[in-house]
Each structure stands twice: as structure tokens, then as C-alpha cells.
């Protein structure tokens, strides 16, 4: 398009080219690909931009009932602890930060355990079967803090299913709730030296437990074993800043 | 597949799901609720998956809709496929891009991990992104005009007679004529370099 420029193809679109003129312009796009090009793209811009500057009453109505379902569905104080959809014989699992739990048997000055170590257990039933109900009375009763009733139901679930992660993650912070610290401890190791998930969910549970325990030392070496990446990245650094 | 209006329309049937982009056209609340309640959940959990937050969640989701409402309303998009992987994906590849924005390393290497998409499916969304990326592109390079320049193009959309335009922002005719070719000059240049 070496014979015309921007201001010209514009002239062409407003009508402000002589008759003689605009006959030449029209020729030169039949032979021109450049020109015609340019030409198109002037178009797609002036359509676009008059499509999305100017007032459009019906999207500002759509954006409003949209704001409105925003704060039904989601909601801003939520803090969610990601959780991949795992395996298919269980289906999707998530783990929700809500609320705020006491432990009085961990309590100390500080209180790491009540501010990091609200988890919900939710569980999406896919398959409707026996498993499904063990992992829907699990987090029943997980997320009633009924800690003590959740352990047998998931020793039961990792029996038909021992390579369950989330099930193994879920009985090992049960069991450190309900004395079983050993226990727990070991399950949350076990889902760490895996490469699920809930890897670095359970370092980050260790992590927890031994700040509760005041063992900064400890805390903190599995603090550093979580990558920047990791869902739980966030929260692990908030961690090591109040432990430092 | 969607097409667009120079495409080849009576060769392809619209799909039921069609209905979801005429209800978000005439801003149909029901259908909203529908869209939020049967995704939103799915949405989220993806994101929280993946590096984002619950607000992070709540943000691509309101885009992709205003999204899919654009190109429905400015674009004359037909949906050949059904609405929930579309849709679906779209948010994903959105939330994608926002990751990568925000420089760092997305996670997954595949979005479609817990939905496979059809060709069709994958076709439509991408559409619909590549258009969406295109009009921000624009936007972003008008938004580097001077403060007149901007006026000057704004009022020149608005279809009304350029005497009138003239008149009411206190200029003459031919100096309206003439900046406003300068204006769109200058931004189809800015554009033109953010392509090469």
C-alpha cells in the first residue's frame, strides 16, 4: 500500500475522497492485498472500539445481576485450600479453610493451630456406592470437629482403597487432633513423600503442628520444603513470618 | 464449531444451548442464576487448583460471561456446541493467561484436564479468547492517545454528524475532519506495531 497511507484509507471510509479519487483508492484495493488489509483492520478497529467505548445499557444491566450473583456464589472471606479432583474412584475433593477451630490441647502463648489450621473436609460423591458414603460420613463428622469419629471411618475407606491420599491426609490431621500425634504424623508423612496433591498440604500440617509445639526449629525446616508454587505457598510463608 | 456472520451460517446448526448466550443478551436473570449455579462451583475449584484466590475465582468468571456477551452481541456468535464445556474453557485458558501475566509457571500443562473438549468446543472458546484479546488490544492502545485525541474518536463513534461534533466540542469542521484522521492514523499505527 506504498501509494496510501492511514489518513487516506480513513478518508475513504468517511467519504471525503474526490469522485476521481475514490475510483483510484477502489482499483488499488482490487490489486493492493496490503491496502486491502489495512483497510479491514481499520474497520475491525472502528467497530470494536465503537462497540465497547460507547454507552451499551444492556451489558451495565448484565454486569449488575452479575455483581449481584458474585456475592451469592462466591464468596470474598472464603479461604479454600486447593484440592485436585483425585482419583476417579472418589472423585473431587476440597478442602476449605473456614472458621475458627480451638485447640485447647495444643494451646500455647501462641495460637498458629487456630489461625493456619482451619480445614474443612468437603467431598463430591461421583459413584454413589459404600465408599462415597464413608467419605461423606467422614467429613460429617471431620467438619464437626468429631475428630475421634473419623478415624475408624477412613481406616475403613483406606481399606478398599490404600493409595487414597486425600483419605490418608484427612486421618493424619484427625489424628493429631485427637491425640493420636504419632499417628497422624506418620500418615501426613506418608501423603508428603507422595507426589499428590495434598504433598504439600501435609508438610505445611506438619509445619503447623510443630509451631503449636513451639518447635520453631522443626516448623521451619518443613516450612522451607514448600515450593513457591504450591497452593499452600501463602500460607506457609505467613507462617514462617510469625515464627521469625 | 461458531460462526460468525460471513461464515457459512445455514450449513451449520445452531445448538439448544444457543438459549445461554440470548439470555445473557437480554440480561435474563434465571438464566444468570443457572450459569452461576451449575459453574461457578467448578470454576472455583479449578482456580484454587491452580495459584488463585476465591476473588480471583468470582473475576475471570464475570469476564468470561461479559466476554461470551460481547461476541454474542457485537460478533454475532452462534453456538454449534453445547454451552458447559465452552463456557468452561474459556474461563480456564482466561485464568491461564492471568497466571502467565502475573508471571509465574502455571501448574498444569493441560486445561482440559478434567473436561475433554471436542475440536468444536476447543475452536469456539479460543475464538472467542483470540476475539476478546484483540478488542483489549485496541482498547489498550487507545488508552495511549492524548486526552483530545481520545475525545475526538469517542464523539466520532457515536454516528452523529460531524458539523454537530464539531460544533459541540467547540472546533471547527475541518479541524475535526483533520484530527480525527490524525487520531485513528496514530492508534492504527500503535496498533499495527503491537502486531509485528
Known sequence: MAAYNHEDIIRYEDGDMLPEERQLFEAALQNDAALAAALAQYREVAATLSARLLPDPQRDALKETLQHHRTVHFSAKRKVVPIKRYLTAIGAAAAILAGILLFRFYSRDTDYMGTYGNIEMQVAVERGNNADTLLQSAALYFNEKAYTKVIPLLDTYLKTDSSSQMALYYRGVAATHSGAVEAGLTDLKKVYAGESVFKYDAAFYIALYYAQQQNKKEALSWLKLIPADAAAAAKAAALEKDLK | ?196
Not at chain 2, 22 to 34: A, C, K, S
Not at chain 2, 75 to 81: D, E, M, V
Not at chain 2, 84 to 103: A, D, M, Q, S, T
Not at chain 2, 116 to 145: H, S, W
Open chain 2, 1 to 196: 464449531m461458531f460462526l460468525l456472520p460471513n461464515a457459512n451460517q445455514s450449513q451449520m446448526s445452531t445448538h439448544p444451548d444457543q438459549r445461554y448466550l440470548d439470555g445473557l443478551l437480554r440480561n435474563d436473570t434465571r438464566l444468570v442464576q443457572e450459569i452461576y449455579e451449575r459453574f461457578a462451583g467448578r470454576i472455583r475449584h479449578h482456580i484454587l487448583q491452580h495459584q488463585g484466590t476465591e476473588d480471583d475465582a468470582a473475576d475471570i468468571f464475570q469476564e468470561a460471561i461479559i466476554d461470551v456477551y460481547n461476541q454474542a452481541k457485537y460478533k454475532q456468535l452462534q453456538l454449534t456446541c453445547p454451552f458447559e464445556p465452552f463456557f468452561l474453557l474459556i474461563c480456564k485458558r482466561k485464568w491461564l493467561n492471568e497466571i502467565k501475566k502475573r508471571g509465574r509457571q502455571p501448574v498444569t500443562k493441560r486445561l482440559d484436564d478434567v473436561y475433554e473438549v471436542g475440536e468444536d468446543v476447543f475452536a469456539a472458546a479460543e475464538q472467542v479468547l483470540k476475539e476478546e484479546a484483540q478488542a483489549g488490544m485496541f482498547l489498550t492502545q487507545f488508552e495511549r492517545l492524548g486526552e483530545k485525541c481520545r475525545e475526538i474518536l469517542r464523539q466520532s463513534l457515536t454516528g452523529e454528524a460531524q458539523e454537530k461534533i464539531a460544533a459541540a466540542m467547540g472546533v471547527t469542521y475541518g479541524y475535526l475532519r483533520k484530527k480525527k484522521s490524525e487520531c485513528m492514523a496514530t492508534l492504527l499505527s500503535y496498533i499495527q506495531a503491537q502486531k509485528i
